[in-house]
């Protein structure tokens, strides 16, 4: 049995005893508020027969007076306070009627001023009888009045049934809602259930059962939830796909610097007469491989720390400015040697909190960057401002040659290079504005990369505070 299922028979349960109880209750209710007016109207005959009759209680008055103003087949008896029969309008045998001491509409007239008692039969007149009787203690009387116990008030003092086919109506016209109800709720859950044996078994979501639910909030959840876990299975496979290409393009990176440091060994060891000259020369060469394998080793390592997160890295109040500053001192010899200029637009006292090698390498990798491909005797300019309460922009520039608009979209790609064999030719990784990127990232801030009108290359980005 289904969850819903479950639930439609409990709730359904629970509802029918409720409604039973209730019933039952309203039935004693009605009754009992029924008998009630019976017997209030049988008191007010009493006291009204009291009143009118005043000190003149001879049988013939009484007499008259029932028969007039009582109902149709009453029984009017009075009894005084021992409990002795004076006068009944249906026998006048007063001297062979039985004590009414103990009987118990009399014991509770005269201890509580009235009481009643409902069918019961009569040990004086056959058959059964509603008694209500009346204890007035100026007179020391109880005047009793009784109605015969027949068909005709047993129906009076029923409960109305209709009351009962209400009910009955109400409940089957909520245990179809009900039922309405649990019918979309147990839809839901059992194509949520094949949802997860399916994706716990690795088989298609793409399925007709799997396309509708219900057009209700739980529905529009359950479909939530598929087209989120479909749209993770997505990324998951384009992450391997990225993964696996990463891999690849690191494993091709490294094996250039690799294989040339291999060559050039080779050809010392193969050769052990080589010129000192020309040996010198060769392990140069290796050493600046062994450089450039350095490099791209420490690249792929600050990388993959920022991939990991925030939660890898130790953040500290750090002043920016410090940092530029650190950096054009240390480019000063590149950018003399390339007849270059920088250009610090910034204030004093940048500071965020941050990750100092990873703020180190935004700005060092931009400053490299532009070294290498802006072109001799450019300028770099390099500004910064607030940006609202939370937030520092700042604009790297250069007035270069710019790259082609095509490869705008691509640049913060790991191992995308505008001109391949001129990049490896300088030395640099490839990884160089993707880890640039990333660390804005983990900042807080966003970067783009656009071609300047002036001309040149320029880079707006933000660092949170």
């Not at 147990?186 to 716990?200: G, M, P």
């Not at 298609?204 to 219900?214: G, H």
């Not at 990225?242 to 610097?257: G, S």
């Not at 390339?338 to 006292?349: G, Q, Y």
Request: with cysteine.
């Amino acid at each position: 049995m289904t969850i819903g299922k479950r639930m439609y028979l409990s709730i359904l349960s629970l509802f029918a005893i409720f409604a039973i109880l209730f019933i039952v209750f309203q039935q004693y209710r009605e009754k009992e508020y029924k008998i009630e007016t019976l017997n209030l109207r049988l008191q007010d005959f009493n006291a009204n027969m009291e009143e009118a009759l005043g000190l003149k209680w001879d049988g013939k008055m009484m007499d008259q007076y029932v028969k007039k103003h009582g109902m149709a087949h009453m029984r009017v008896t009075v009894v005084d306070i021992s409990g002795r029969v004076i006068y009944d309008n249906l026998r006048k045998d007063y001297s062979n009627f039985a004590n009414h001491r103990e009987r118990k509409e009399i014991k509770e007239a005269i201890a509580m001023g009235q009481g009643y008692d409902i069918n019961r039969v009569s040990n004086t007149i056959n058959g059964d009888f509603f008694y209500s009787a009346t204890y007035f203690p100026n007179k020391k009387i109880v005047i009793r009045s009784a109605l015969p116990y027949n068909n005709e008030l047993s129906q009076s003092l029923k409960a109305d049934q209709h009351f009962i086919w209400f009910a009955l109506v109400v409940m089957i016209v909520l245990s179809m809602v009900l039922y309405q109800f649990i019918w979309r709720l147990n839809s839901n859950i059992s194509k949520l259930r094949l949802f997860a044996q399916r994706a716990d078994r690795g088989e298609s979501l793409d399925t007709e059962d799997l396309v509708e639910f219900p057009d209700d909030e739980l529905g529009e959840i359950s479909e939530s939830i598929i087209k989120i876990y479909i749209r993770l299975q997505k990324t998951k496979e384009e992450q391997n796909i990225l993964k696996r290409q990463l891999t690849q393009n690191i494993a091709h990176e490294l094996k250039t610097p690799v294989a040339s440091i291999q060559g050039y060994l080779e050809t010392i060891i193969d050769n052990p007469a080589i010129k000192e000259e020309n040996k010198a020369q060769f392990l140069e060469r290796c050493y600046a491989q062994s450089k450039r394998l350095g490099s791209l080793l420490n690249d792929i390592s600050m990388l993959n720390r920022m991939d990991d997160g925030s939660q890898m890295m130790e953040f500290e109040e750090i002043d920016v400015s410090i940092t530029i500053k650190q950096i054009i001192k240390e480019t000063a010899l590149q950018l003399k040697e390339r007849n270059m200029k920088f250009i610090d637009k910034t204030p004093d006292k940048i500071i965020i909190h941050g990750t100092a090698s990873v703020v180190y390498s935004i700005f060092r990798n931009l400053t490299d960057n532009a070294i290498a491909y802006a072109g001799d005797g450019t300028t770099i300019t390099l500004e910064a401002h607030k940006s609202g309460e939370y937030r520092w922009s700042f604009t790297f520039s250069d007035n270069g040659v710019g790259v082609d608009n095509k490869h705008l979209p691509r640049l913060f790609e790991r191992f995308y290079r505008v001109d391949k064999g001129r990049s490896r030719k300088l030395g640099g990784t490839g990884l160089g504005l993707a880890i640039v990127k990333n660390g804005v990232l983990l900042h807080g801030g966003t970067i783009k990369a656009e071609n300047a009108p002036e001309g040149g290359l320029k880079f707006e980005f933000s660092l949170a505070k």
